[in-house]
């Protein structure tokens, strides 16, 4: 039995990147004797263990042969017969393919420490195309390493060209599409994502309305940078979270008839983000400055935005003001936060200590919050 430090693990310390999780590659072993050692069954489907003390993952080497389309297409072989050299040809890209021995020494059956001077994201074989998520973690870690100066091999964006092409997304289930998205905003360029499936034409049938909001595709990246890509490098530049990036990016390809229905029918989106889409879709309104003489509308808003139980959102919605209307500045944000500030000087609890109760409660607290946004309104947007 051998042990092997095996993919990001290896590749993130060569790029003096720190290590997140490791993962271990286990050549000439079986189950049984993984199981005698202490190690923990942790899939049913594939011989993969953890470890009794670390908790780390432990993968049998395995061979793959492809048997039918899509990402589930294949059938697996693993045992003591599977040699290193199998294992690795299997993998995705040759810089994941890297493994360490248990002295340290890196091993490169591959070609990847080659692609990591070169800062290249390659294929290992032309069997790269036979699994479509393969052009969605391209895709990835490209959002992922191209601020260390990675990009794609043109040899293996012909074969995301080429998947297609020969409509290998169709297999891909909805869910795994928004699991790799999802990732992809969470990495330090997540536009590389939409650019790189929009140049290989994927975006137009992953994501359509946005694919024809970022204009036609073309082989090269001297394209005119579209609305909804400047909005999610601006939610990255002031430090959004993920939730905040997506509704940057989405905002205005769901303005209009339907809204947000058409992205639904393509991902399964979850439903905090749509809210906070939604959220958005109705704070728009009070971009122009006269629309703050609204203090009904105002105060709605701030009551849809759940402000005192959830001050997240109202954050959220305040930064996104800033990403999708920089031309305002902060005046905007500012303007509602003060809005917010206002409604919540006025509580239940002393009105109930004024004698007011049930339905009556309610109606003066609109009364004297409308009117204390409605003050603040003359004063701010006079000024």
């Not at 940057?248 to 809210?275: I, M």
Request: with cysteine; proline share 6%; net charge negative.
């Amino acid at each position: 039995m051998k042990i092997y430090l095996v993919g990001g693990a290896v590749r993130d310390r060569l790029l003096n990147i720190p290590v997140k999780d490791r993962d271990w590659l286990v050549v000439g072993a079986t189950e049984s004797e993984m199981l005698d050692r202490g190690y923990i069954q942790a899939d049913g489907l594939f011989p993969v263990f953890l470890h009794p003390e670390t908790g780390e993952e432990y993968a049998l080497a395995r061979r793959e042969t492809k048997t039918a389309p899509g990402y589930k297409g294949f059938s697996v072989e693993y045992g003591p017969d599977v040699t290193l050299d199998e294992d690795l040809q299997r993998r995705d890209f040759t810089i994941n393919a890297l493994v360490e021995d248990e002295q340290g020494e890196v091993i490169d059956r591959v070609g990847g420490l080659d692609d990591i001077t070169e800062r290249r994201l390659r294929h290992i074989t032309p069997a790269f195309q036979e699994d479509p998520v393969r052009l969605l973690r391209g895709a990835r870690f490209i959002a992922r390493l191209s601020k260390y100066g990675f990009s794609l091999a043109h040899d293996t964006f012909g074969l995301m060209k080429q998947m297609v092409t020969a409509e290998e997304l169709a297999a891909l289930k909805p869910e795994r599409v928004w699991q790799e998205m999802s990732r992809a905003l969470t990495e330090p360029e997540p536009w590389r994502f939409f650019e790189i499936l929009h140049r290989c034409g994927a975006l137009h049938t992953l994501l359509p309305k946005l694919a024809q909001a970022m204009g036609p595709d073309q082989p090269h990246a001297d394209q005119p940078v579209s609305e909804p890509i400047k909005a999610l490098k601006r939610s990255v530049a002031v430090g959004a979270e993920p939730i905040v990036r997506f509704v940057a990016l989405f905002y205005g390809v769901c303005e209009g008839p339907g809204g947000s229905r058409w992205l639904t029918r393509c991902l399964p989106v979850k439903r905090e983000y749509l809210d906070l889409l939604e959220l958005l879709q109705g704070a728009a309104r009070f971009y122009p400055p006269a629309a703050r003489h609204d203090a009904s509308a105002t105060l709605d808003l701030l009551i849809r935005s759940r402000a005192q139980q959830h001050p997240e959102r109202l954050n959220r919605l305040l930064m996104l003001g800033t990403i999708l209307w920089p031309e305002l500045g902060d005046g905007v944000s500012d303007w509602l936060h003060q809005a917010n500030q206002a409604k919540e000087s006025i509580s239940p609890a002393a009105l109930n200590e004024e004698g007011f109760q049930g339905a009556d409660l309610g109606r003066v607290l609109r009364e004297r919050q409308l009117k204390a946004i409605a003050t603040l309104d003359e004063s701010s947007v006079h000024a």
